[in-house]
């Protein structure tokens, strides 16, 4: 089995580096058996029905590493909430569940975007409730694409505004959060994204989380299963 795993790449029409980064990256990795992307996919998105540049685009190169036989798995992310199944089945995916898991090199691994073990950072927690709710998101769908495009700057505005006013360590994993989820999945691997912090963290007892790093203009992350293991690499873009 040979697999990659990523994460937060916030693709908007600001980050042509990043998206010629994830083209390479597909085109270079063109064996593999999965790509599994695990949230934040886009900085920001407004619907299935969206018509932007960006979002054809990365809808068709999508579809053609699905239809090249690499199976593709998408969870949402905190950006990119609103991605739904009608995004996933347009290009052949895999839509996960908020908490997902999955055999990775031989063990039940639980897979997730990360925000939720953010506990810590309360009033990010009651926003992700409510906009996560299947009536504001009905609501917000009622709306037209210029609408749910303004309101998504706006939100994203008042959240960078809100995390340059919160210590780091609030943003960051609740470590009871992340034992509760593990046992939860009854499973002793974790990996997620969300928190740009990527490393590899070894309890005492031998449970492991891997956090995957965000993907900026100079750098990328991705983690790679093959041969029985797993690999977290950094590469240049650019």
């Excluded at 579809?63 to 199976?71: D, F, I, K, L, M």
Aim: negative net charge; glycine residues 6%.
């Amino acid at each position: 089995m040979h697999r990659l795993f990523i994460s937060d790449l916030h693709l908007s029409d600001d980050s042509t580096a990043v998206e010629a980064a994830l083209y390479s990256l597909i085109e270079r990795e063109s064996s593999i058996d999965s790509l599994i992307i695990l949230g934040d996919l886009f900085e920001a998105w407004v619907g299935d029905d969206d018509d932007a540049p960006l979002a054809i685009r990365i809808k068709a190169l999508l579809r053609s590493v699905a239809a090249r036989g690499t199976e593709l798995f998408l969870a949402t992310g905190n950006r990119d909430f609103m991605l739904g199944k009608a995004f996933a089945d347009e290009v052949g995916a895999n839509l996960l569940d908020d908490e997902t898991v999955l055999d990775v090199c031989g063990e039940s691994c639980l897979l997730m975007h990360g925000d939720s073990l953010c506990t810590d950072d309360t009033t990010y927690q009651q926003f992700r409730e409510m906009v996560r709710a299947p009536s504001w998101q009905a609501e917000m769908m009622s709306r037209d694409l210029d609408a749910r495009r303004e309101l998504a700057r706006q939100l994203r505005e008042m959240s960078i505004d809100a995390a340059s006013n919160k210590a780091e360590d609030i943003m960051d994993v609740n470590p009871e959060a992340v034992i509760a989820a593990m046992q939860r999945s009854g499973v002793k691997r974790m990996i997620h994204g969300h928190t740009h912090r990527p490393a590899r963290h070894v309890s005492p007892s031998g449970e492991e989380r891997i956090v995957l790093g965000d993907w900026t203009a100079q750098h990328g992350w991705l983690l790679r299963e093959q041969g029985g293991s797993l690999s977290l690499e950094q590469f240049t873009i650019g």
